[in-house]
């Protein structure tokens, strides 16, 4: 039709300003224009629309400042722009999608539910727009949220975003939605407000329609005019242009919508004859049941398909009885429509909301998104299902899971072990399993060592054996030292004891003494001389001896140190009269010569000390024999 | 009531089967399309779990037209024990270019052409000659294709740069055995281990690591881990003998976003989807490959799956791959199946 074609395109700019200013003013949520497809005579889809509903991201592109309008329709631009580019990401996955300003995530659900309802299509008669451009009639469809998805396709999706009210009514060869979040109940002069709202814009798509519209029906009260006259003057006309039946109620007068109606649904009939019945039938039941579940009286229910039933099936008692009759009759009907019917709408709402999800993350679709499909391996799940799956379950979970992440890497590590065995490389699997404690112990274990080892050291120099620096040589030496020097501590103690009691007796063994160690001492260094040197010191010895007892004894005492050195071995040979510490003053004297002396021999005889001690130099000082003897001269006559 | 297995019921188009000689664990898909491409042919790989040093890698040619699953035997090769991971390089530049990566003892290069399989190269981070801890399982950067990230039992995690064949980093990244790695982003990456703990490195700041997870019962191993390629926050992980599945937002750590538990024996496998970023598959120990789908509120009950698959034994691995979303793989027993979505 010529009209259609210049309706469905050309939707007018103005539609838009239309829509959006209708629905503002009603403050509904949205407002929808379904236009009749070119390609595709009677199916109806998007035309265009307005957004007024709730708003979760704002968006601003621009940086000046949009009154309440402009954003508005920035909105609905915006909200057109997603659903454009989801679908073409859709169609063509490999292609980047065209970004869009929005995000699906931005959106609310009312939005969605908007977005969404742009990818619909209706054939002849189908769907709640369909069915307003068969008619031509409003119509109101309260508790849309809660609809059976064969009366209104897009019931869940209404239900996600809280639509509760859709109203359709044809328009300029399509069909104008309205949405709202609100419950509203039906209210003829709301639409015939929104009507006069439209026709108040001019619009400058000259199509066919109004100039068959007599000139009366152009003012703002035209519309009940054109209400009135229309079913008369374009009777003949419907045929063609069935879009013009604008026969919504348009005033509280029922008698007036009653008969309205009456002619036009009559007209229908005839025009579609069984089809439309049938549709008829359908569309009544729904609305029914709409108005049933609003509970209104029949004097607020002034939809007209309250109305119908009345007229149709000539009843005049109470809406209950008609409903019921229509009820009984519609059945057989029905089953066979809306199987079809709702076949179609099931498919074509789950393959939309699956084709935008797979391009979008947000929609709450729970159990309605099931595959029903049969074209997938994948059932629906469902709780009673689970106890028929019932695989016994023995040994371990997760079994070969668990093989996989522990015995694999063990049969790799058994496989090298053995390898490993015959190269002697078994440290190095140990590697890997060294502890933080480990390196603790080690290193203190090594502390300990070296603390050791410096003790030992110590232990060498103070016990000298001038041979073997090993622990254990130390370590009997020392025992040994020990030993020594705890029997001379008893022995100098003892003869400490001793002496204090023979004092007396002392002095007269001396001379006996004294006489054998001259020729003993003297014997020692010079051989050759010995014979002269033996009778002079006898001689001397003699002659002092016979001179002085006492004074003989000390000379000879003083006569008795012998210093010989042979080799490295500092031989010292004394003789003195023994007093207390003598001894110990003796050896000091020797180390501060610094001779070390290796072994002590000392004996006291009646009050004479006899030493002979073997000692070697400390170092690489070396004393004379000369001033060893001074010097021991010197400890024997101090007193 | 509803016959468990689903198997007789099937039509081939939306189930195709493989009869492995022996039982399979390790599977991967090609990203390239095979050179003759005139049918649409895929290339899969199977690696078999057979306990004793032989094993073997099988590749399949999966014909979508066809859809026939069927093995070429001239692309077959042996493997050291059993494969842990099979791995195919994630953008081929050409079809001639398709790398097989496999681990197990080491990781190991493969090129598959068209009617042979030569290998590339051995990586082998040990100093000495011989040492170098058994890998438990590696990822292929998608972004950064010559980095593979691999997991040992020596807690140490190695990115390797294959291309030039050097390691490029080595992290000790757990206190325990690391049993699974996967990459975030170019430089990121996040790994599981026998510690319990789910940690996310990054290559630029190595000296640190973030917990996001760690499980309950201390020392409970997290045995796998996936990371959503869809939405980067969110990643999935399993616990030894459990049979829930933890979703986790990285953005939020330690506490799980959700926990999938309608599984009613462990979860073995589980893998993202790779055109939604909501939708995860999971599957496990009673036979049932579960597709979910997480949904902005959960419910009180818990999180439902949205549909299932029931096969007639354990389903030990799973794999959905980007180059064929509509298909899901899964292993059990000796077979290898494709489930179409």
Not at chain 1, 210 to 224: K, V
Not at chain 1, 497 to 515: F, G, N, P, Q
Not at chain 2, 28 to 49: D, E, L, Q, W, Y
Not at chain 2, 214 to 220: A, I, K, L, N
């Amino acid at each position: 039709m010529a009209t259609d074609n210049q309706t469905r395109e050309k939707v007018p700019e103005n539609l838009n300003k239309q829509l959006a200013v209708a629905v503002r003013s009603i403050q509904w949520s949205y407002a929808i224009f379904w236009s009749i497809s070119s390609k595709q005579p009677g199916v109806l889809k998007w035309g265009d629309g307005y957004y007024n509903g709730d708003i979760k991201t704002r968006k601003t592109v621009q940086a000046e400042e949009l009154n309440a309008d402009q954003l508005g329709l920035q909105r609905s631009e915006q909200l057109r722009e997603l659903y454009v580019s989801l679908s073409a990401g859709e169609t063509n996955p490999q292609a980047r999608r065209p970004t869009a300003a929005l995000s699906p995530e931005d959106l609310t659900d009312a939005e969605w539910y908007y977005l969404v309802c742009m990818s619909f299509v209706f054939n002849v008669g189908q769907g709640l727009p369909g069915r307003t451009l068969a008619k031509n009639q409003t119509v109101w469809l309260c508790n849309a949220h809660r609809a059976d998805t064969k009366v209104f396709s897009r019931s869940l999706l209404a239900k996600s975003a809280s639509i509760q009210t859709v109203v359709c009514f044809p328009h300029l060869g399509g069909v104008v939605e309205l949405g709202a979040t609100e419950l509203v109940l039906e209210d003829k002069k709301l639409i015939q407000n929104i009507k006069t709202s439209f026709l108040e814009v001019p619009y400058p798509i000259a199509s066919k329609i109004p100039d068959q519209i007599p000139d009366n029906a152009r003012n703002n009260n035209g519309l009940i005019y054109h209400q009135i006259n229309m079913p008369e003057t374009s009777l003949n006309q419907l045929v063609e242009y069935p879009e013009v039946n604008n026969c919504s109620p348009n005033n509280g007068s029922n008698d007036f919508g009653t008969k309205q109606l009456n002619e036009e649904l009559n007209m229908v009939e005839d025009i579609d004859g069984e089809g439309c019945q049938m549709q008829s039938w359908q569309f009544m039941d729904d609305e029914i049941s709409n108005c049933v579940n609003n509970s209104t009286n029949s004097s607020d229910c002034t939809s007209q398909t309250c109305d119908n039933p009345e007229d149709i099936v000539p009843v005049s008692n109470g809406k209950k009885e008609t409903h019921n009759e229509i009820h009984e009759a519609q059945k057989t009907n029905q089953q066979k429509l809306n199987s079809s019917d709702s076949r179609g709408d099931d498919i074509h709402y789950q393959s939309v909301l699956s084709n935008l999800l797979k391009s979008s993350q947000q929609l709450i679709l729970g159990p309605y998104f099931s595959n029903s499909n049969k074209e997938s391996s994948f059932i629906s799940w469902r709780k009673d299902r689970l106890s028929s799956s019932q695989i016994p379950r023995t040994g371990t979970p997760q079994r070969l899971l668990k093989k996989v992440l522990i015995e694999v890497a063990r049969m790799h590590e058994n496989c090298r072990l053995e390898s490993g065995k015959c190269d002697g490389k078994r440290e190095s699997l140990s590697k890997p399993e060294i502890d933080e404690i480990d390196r603790n112990h080690v290193l203190s274990e090594r502390k300990r060592r070296e603390k050791i080892n410096e003790r030992f050291l110590i232990l060498g120099s103070l016990v000298p054996s001038g041979g073997k620096v090993d622990k254990i040589s130390v370590l009997d030496r020392t025992i040994e030292r020990l030993r020594e020097l705890e029997k001379r501590v008893e022995e100098l103690e003892s003869h400490r004891d001793v002496d204090m009691l023979d004092s007396r007796t002392r002095s007269k063994s001396y001379d006996a003494i004294e006489r054998t160690s001259d020729n003993y001492g003297t014997n020692k260094n010079e051989i050759s001389k010995k014979s002269s040197k033996n009778k002079r010191k006898a001689g001397d010895m003699e002659e002092q001896r016979t001179n002085n007892g006492c004074s003989l004894l000390r000379d000879s005492s003083n006569d008795d140190i012998t210093v010989s050195v042979v080799d490295d071995v500092v031989l010292i040979e004394m003789r003195c009269l023994w007093r207390e510490n003598v001894l110990l003053e003796v050896m000091e004297a020797i180390s501060k010569l610094h001779l070390d002396s290796q072994s002590v021999r000392s004996s006291n005889n009646d009050g004479i000390l006899s030493l002979t001690i073997k000692s070697q130099f400390k170092g690489s000082k070396t004393a004379s024999t000369g001033s060893i003897t001074q010097a021991l001269r010197k400890v024997i006559r101090r007193r | 009531m509803e016959n468990s297995t689903q198997e007789s019921n099937l039509r081939s188009e939306i189930c195709v089967t493989y009869d492995s000689p022996y039982p399979i664990y390790a599977m991967a898909v090609s990203n390239a399309a095979a050179a003759s491409a005139s049918t649409h042919i895929r290339r899969i790989a199977v690696g078999s779990f057979i306990e004793e040093f032989n094993n073997r890698v099988d590749i399949l040619s999966f014909d979508h037209d066809a859809l026939s699953l069927k093995p070429t035997p001239s692309l077959s090769f042996d493997h050291p024990y059993p494969p842990t991971k099979l791995m195919f390089h994630p953008t081929p530049a050409t079809s001639a270019a398709n790398i097989l990566a496999s681990s197990g003892d080491y990781l190991r290069l493969w090129d598959l052409r068209d009617s042979s399989i030569e290998p590339i190269s051995v990586f082998n981070n040990s100093k000495t000659s011989e040492f170098c801890a058994p890998l438990t399982s590696f990822d292929w950067n998608e972004v950064e294709p010559r980095r593979i990230g691999t997991s040992s039992i020596d807690t140490t995690c190695t990115i390797w740069d294959i291309e030039k064949g050097v390691v490029e980093t080595q992290l000790i990244a757990h206190d325990k055995e690391v049993y699974d790695i996967a990459w975030g982003e170019a430089g990121v990456f996040a790994s599981v281990s026998a510690d319990g703990s789910v940690r996310i490195f990054d290559l630029r700041d190595k000296e640190h690591s973030t917990i996001i997870y760690e499980s309950p019962q201390p020392d409970t191993p997290l045995l796998r881990l996936a990371w959503n390629k869809q939405d980067l926050r969110y990643m999935a992980t399993i616990l030894m003998d459990s049979n829930k599945i933890v979703i986790l937002d990285i953005r939020s750590p330690t506490m799980p976003v959700a926990e999938l538990e309608r599984h009613q024996a462990s979860v073995n496998a589980i893998a993202w989807a790779p055109q939604s970023s909501r939708h995860i598959c999971s599957a496990g120990d009673d036979g049932q490959a579960l597709l979910w789908e997480l949904p902005t509120v959960a419910g009180p009950n818990g999180i439902d799956p949205i549909s299932m698959y029931a096969a007639g034994a354990e389903i030990n691995q799973l794999q959905w791959s980007e180059v064929q979303s509509d298909w899901i793989s899964i292993a059990f027993a000796n077979k290898l199946q494709l489930l179409k979505v």
